[in-house]
């Protein structure tokens, strides 16, 4: 079992792989944009465009990353609000 | 060259002991169509998809039209089928190098089999996703949502097992130590599989037309602009939204729009024929959505509709009385409003041809289909003809359908030319009779 958990690093070591600036950045991005969601629905559900306000980032890069949030179970769909937007919330737990 | 090209590049030859009756190449509804007629009348049959799930792009789709039957419910038995077939050696995640014609009904075929980095005991349980910090476009929702680098492509992707996408790994291990049967494995190597077939079938089917090249309608730029592929999968009950919303800013949209013929029937991208199953599948979208949203106004702008099949004519008129309006222009170009909102301007033909121009939240492009057919670079000694346009060639369109140019060499489905689900079935079951005609005029 040990063995097999370094494969990562044995292929490191036997390739020269490094990661790419393009994917650590990649990697950095969708922390901050996920970190910045969560800290915004801590205080409640909220839609895409109060979320825009709360962060300051853009609505559709923030839906995207919502929706992504959605699939791996970290945010689920509140109620819709009248202008037709959903409100989100942090799933507990 | 990205990490992965470099590690493929290392692939170890392997001459395979067992030789086959048939190579299928495709593993969408018509290459696993025909590979289960094939199986059924006991041949060998070796299917190769180099997607990492069978399924092709049926199993995307919401609904079928006209009957409105579930897409996935009907192709995802066929999926489990060819998998579990005693006649049937599935290669997902693998591409056909090379098909060398030797003699009459004796191929040699050399085929890559990519590694997952994932191996067979992966349980499918997804502990890798969650943990991968890296989130890139998820293909199988055509970028609507991410997916991470360590990923099984869809919840019921047959195999349901993980990999990892090399191309944006990070290379930090979680992945390998989270999984709680050990299956990731980094060290795993690619290999080139060469095997002996007596026959082939081709069945790469067609890629969406490249809409970004239509600049005026403005796919890629305005995030409200998108394809009807994107909008089946917002149909579908595996949809990447909880709900059909806008991409730009998650609003319910109340005022869509279908563009048709976009791509299709048009000099000016060099695609002048009809993708055929365009006008149907708007039909259909636009009904499903008229019942997900019942409020919102579902407007067609289209040049002629084609409702030629079997209860074409009847949905078409289906969608009608439930409400779509249908507007008679062509579309010639699309503008964003501050709020996100699409212009569109058009000639009004019902209206004595004047340009009018409306005003809607969602835009949905119905792109027409392209072929498929790369493959035929892969055969050597013997061409592998196409048409002009790139669709593969049939020997004899009226009498020899899904015969090509090279004897013992057949082909079902869209890469022969654009046609809906029904249309490939019957295609793939034609070709996999005749294909055990050949195998039995050779003989063994």
């Known amino acids: 079992m040990s063995e097999r958990r370094s494969t990562v690093v044995q292929l490191r070591n036997r390739s020269g792989l490094k990661p790419s600036k393009e994917n650590v950045e990649l990697m950095r991005r969708s922390k901050e944009v996920q970190t910045a969601i969560t800290k915004a629905l801590k205080d409640g559900p909220k839609t895409v465009p109060e979320i825009a306000k709360a962060t300051g980032l853009s609505k559709d890069e923030i839906f995207w990353h919502l929706m992504t949030m959605h699939k791996y179970g970290v945010v689920e769909p509140d109620e819709k609000d009248e202008a037709g937007y959903f409100r989100y919330r942090l799933v507990e737990g | 060259m990205g990490v992965m090209d470099q590690i493929l590049e290392k692939a170890v030859e392997e001459e395979e002991a067992v030789s086959y009756d048939v190579l299928v190449v495709g593993g969408g509804i018509a290459g696993e169509s025909a590979s289960l007629d094939l199986a059924d009348m006991g041949f060998k049959v070796l299917l190769v998809e180099k997607e990492p799930s069978v399924g092709g792009k049926m199993y995307l789709l919401s609904k079928v039209f006209p009957t409105l039957d579930c897409a996935s419910c009907i192709s995802t038995p066929r999926m489990a089928a060819v998998s579990h077939h005693p006649n049937i050696i599935l290669h997902t995640y693998s591409e056909v190098l090379e098909i060398r014609k030797l003699s009459e009904s004796d191929f040699q075929a050399r085929i890559l089999v990519k590694p997952r980095f994932v191996e067979d005991d992966c349980t499918g349980c997804g502990q890798c996703e969650k943990v991968c910090p890296v989130v890139v476009p998820k293909e199988y929702d055509f970028g609507l949502r991410g997916r991470k680098a360590a990923y099984i492509p869809f919840d019921t992707a047959v195999p349901?097992?993980?990999?990892?996408?090399?191309?944006?790994?990070?290379?930090c291990g979680q992945c390998e130590r989270t999984c709680p049967v050990g299956a990731v494995n980094f060290l795993q190597v690619p290999k080139v599989v060469k095997v002996r077939v007596r026959a082939v079938l081709i069945a790469t089917g067609y890629e969406l037309f490249s809409i970004e090249r239509k600049t005026e309608y403005g796919y890629g730029k305005f995030k409200n602009v998108i394809t009807a592929m994107q909008m089946d999968r917002l149909l579908a009950p595996t949809r990447p939204f909880n709900a059909v919303l806008r991409p730009s800013d998650g609003k319910e949209p109340s005022s869509i729009a279908f563009v048709l013929c976009s791509g299709s029937r048009d000099r000016t991208l060099n695609n002048p024929i009809c993708s055929q199953v365009c006008c149907m599948y708007s039909v259909k979208q636009a009904q499903l959505l008229m019942g997900a949203l019942p409020l919102a106004d579902?407007?067609?702008?289209?040049?002629?509709?084609?409702?030629?099949?079997?209860?074409?004519?009847?949905?078409?008129?289906?969608?009608?009385?439930?409400?779509?309006?249908?507007?008679?222009?062509?579309?010639?170009?699309?503008?964003?409003?501050?709020?996100?909102?699409?212009?569109?301007?058009?000639?009004?033909?019902?209206?004595?041809?004047?340009?009018?121009?409306?005003?809607?939240?969602?835009?949905?492009?119905?792109?027409?289909?392209?072929?498929?057919?790369?493959?035929?670079?892969?055969?050597?000694?013997?061409?592998?003809?196409?048409?002009?346009?790139?669709?593969?060639?049939?020997?004899?369109?009226?009498?020899?359908?899904?015969?090509?140019?090279?004897?013992?060499?057949?082909?079902?489905?869209?890469?022969?030319?654009?046609?809906?689900?029904?249309?490939?079935?019957?295609?793939?079951?034609?070709?996999?009779?005749?294909?055990?005609?050949?195998?039995?005029?050779?003989?063994?």
């Open chain 2, 160 to 171: 349901k097992k993980a990999l990892i996408d090399l191309d944006h790994c990070i290379f």
């Open chain 2, 298 to 444: 579902v407007t067609i702008y289209y040049m002629d509709i084609r409702a030629f099949g079997k209860g074409f004519e009847e949905f078409y008129q289906q969608a009608k009385a439930m409400g779509a309006m249908f507007v008679k222009g062509r579309v010639a170009k699309i503008e964003e409003t501050e709020n996100d909102d699409l212009v569109l301007w058009y000639e009004d033909i019902e209206n004595g041809g004047r340009i009018s121009k409306a005003v809607h939240d969602l835009v949905v492009l119905s792109v027409g289909l392209k072929p498929n057919s790369e493959i035929v670079e892969v055969f050597k000694g013997e061409v592998l003809e196409r048409d002009e346009l790139g669709w593969i060639r049939s020997r004899d369109e009226n009498v020899n359908p899904v015969e090509t140019s090279i004897k013992g060499v057949f082909a079902a489905g869209c890469v022969l030319g654009p046609k809906d689900i029904p249309d490939t079935v019957l295609e793939a079951g034609a070709a996999a009779a005749q294909v055990a005609a050949y195998l039995n005029e050779v003989g063994v």
